[in-house]
C-alpha cells in the first residue's frame, strides 16, 4: 500500500487580489506522521483543501509518488475537515459506511470496515445512534472513522486532536501511528504543539502563507538550538563566569544554564565541575517546538 | 469479478448518482413527518373523489308544499320533493316549521296565479323553474370556458405546484444541510460535485413521481369505487402527458433549488435564495387559472417549461392541441432542462465550498 512521497512543490495561492500561499513546498513522506503546524490564517486549511483536489491552486504542483494527482488518485485520500461535519441525523455506523461505499466498497465490505474502526475508536456501543446524540468527542471519533474507514493510503487531517480529552488523543493519537506503521502518509494540524512534538516524526511550519521550516523534528530541532546545556552538580559553578566562551544564562549554586561557543569548551566545562564535586546532570538542551515555532514565524 | 474485502474499485458515475440517490430516499422514507404528510395526503385524495361521487349519485332535493293545483307544476321535476297540503294555512304551517324550504300555492292575486311562500328566502332554483327568460342563442359558442375546464387548471397546477414545492424545498435545505454541517467536504473529497448534484436531483424526482403515481392509483380507485369510471375514458391520456412532463419539469426544478441552496451556508438563509425559484413553481399555476379560457396564452403556456405540464395536458383535454403540439413541448422541455442543469451545476460546484455571507448569483457562475 505504500503510495511514495507526497510532494507540493511551489504552490501558490491567491483570494482575490489576497495572497494566501506563496511557493510553499515540502513534502510528507510515507510512512510518517508528519505535523503541520501554524498561526490561525497562516494557510493550513488552505493548503490541505489544495491538497484533496477542493480547491485549485494558482501555480505549482502536487504529486504523489512522483505523479501528478489525478481524481483517481485522491480518491485514496482520507479528510478530515477544519469544521466537523457529517449528517446529524444520521446514523453513526450508516453514515460512515455510507462514506465507505462513496469511495467504492461494497455495501457489505463498507458495514463490516466501518463496524471494525468504530469499535475501534470506542464507539462500539454507539453504531446505531445518530451522530447529533453523541457528545462533542464522540462525534469526534465519528468523524475520524469517515476519514480513516476507506483505508486512505494519504492522510489529510485538519485539528485531528482539537476538542478531545486527553484520553481520546490517546485513542486517537494510537490510531494515526498505527495507520503510519502500515505505510501511510499522515499530515495533520494542530495548534497543541506538545501532541505534535511528542507524536511526530516530521515537522512543516506555515506563517503568513510561506513555509519557514520543514523536516524532520530532530534535525529541525537540532538547526534550531543555541548550543546551550545544563548543568547540574553538587559542588559550587560560579566559576564558570569566568570561563572564555561561556555564557552564563541562568545559574544557583550548584545548577547553571549556559552557551558555549562550542561542543569542546562545553566538555571543558564538565571536567572543571567534575573536579569541584558530583554531576548530577550535564545535557545539552533542545528547544521546545513551542520555541521553535516562536523563533522561525517571527 | 471477486469481492475482496479490502479492495475499493472505482465508482462509476452511475453508481455514484445511484448512492447519493438512494441516501435522499432513504433519508426521506424513514422521516415520520414525510410519511404522516403522505398519508394525509392520500387520504384527503380518496375522500375527495369518493365524496364527490356520493354528492353526485344523490343529488340533493328540495322538499316544498304545494296545494293539488299548484303540483301540477313540479310534475316531472327532477330535485323536489312535494308534500301536498289542502290550502295556504296548512302549507304556511308547514314552512314556518321548517318541515318544507317553500310552499307553492294558488293565489289569483298573483299575475302567474300561484305565490311562493318561504321562510327568509325563496329557493332560488325554484323561482329560476318558474319564472320565464327569453331563450338564448350564441352565435359564436366559447367551448373552452366552464367549470371543468376551471376544475382542470386548478388540479394539475395544485399538484405540479404542491409537488414541485414539497419536493423541491427539501433539495436546498438538505445542499444547505451539507453546507452547514460540512459533510460536503467529506462527499468532495470521495466524489464530484455533478455526481453529488445529479444524485439529489434524481432521488428527490423518484420521491416526487411515486408520491404523484400514488395519487394517480388512490384516485382511480377512488372514482371505480365511487361508480364516476367513466370519467377517466377522457382524461387518461392527459394525466399520461402531464405525468411525462411532470418528470422533466421536476428535474428542471430540482436542479434550480439545488443550485438556489449552493449559494447560502446557513439554513435561516436559503429562503432568501429559494424564492425566485418559488416564484417559477408558482407563476404558471396562476397563469393557467386566470388566462384559461384564453387560447392564444394557453398556447404560449403550453410550451414554456415552467408551464407546459399544466398548461398541455388542459389543452389536449379539450382538442385543441394538435397531435406533434406535445412533443415539441417536449423537446424544448429538454433542451431547458440540459442548458439549466448545466448552469444549475457550474453554480453548485463554484458555491459548494464557499461559506459564510451569501454567494452572489454571477462569482457563482463566473466561479
Redesign the interface.
Known sequence: MPSGTLQLTGVTKHYGARPVLDDVSFSVEAGHLTGFVGGNGAGKTTTMRIILGLLASDGGTVTLGGSALTADARRQFGYMPEERGLYPKMKVLEQVAYLARLHGFTKADAVAKATALLTELGLGERLNDNLEALSLGNQQRAQIAASLVHDPEVLILDEPFSGLDPLAVETVAGVLQERASRGVSVLFSSHQLDVVERLCDDLVIIAGGTIRAAGPRDRLREEHSAPRWELESTGDVGWLREEPGVSVIDFEGGNAVFDAEDPAIAQRVLRRALEGGEVARFTPQHPSLSQIFKEVIQ | MT????A????SPAQ?VW??AE?ELS?RLRSKAYLISTGILLVMALAGVIWAGIASATPSTTPVAATTSASALLDGVDGYEVNEVADRAEAEKLVSDGAVDAALVDDSSSPTGIVIIADKEAPQSLLMMLSESPSVELLSPDAGTGPLRYLLGIGFGLVFMMAAITFGTPIATSVV??KQ????????????ARILLAGKVLGNTLLAISQILLLVVVGTIGLMVSGQGEILQGIGGPIAWFAVFFFFGFILLAAMFAAAGSLVSRQEDVGATMTPVMYLTMIPYFLVIFFGDNPVVMAVLSYVPFSAPVAMPIRLFFDEAAWWEPLAALAIMLVACVVVIMIGAKIYENSL?K?GARVKFRDALRG
Open positions: 469481492t475482496s474485502t479490502t475499493s474499485t472505482a465508482l455514484g448512492l447519493v441516501r433519508t444541510e451539507e454541517t460540512r459533510v460536503i467536504e467529506i462527499l468532495l473529497s470521495a466524489i464530484p465550498l461559506m
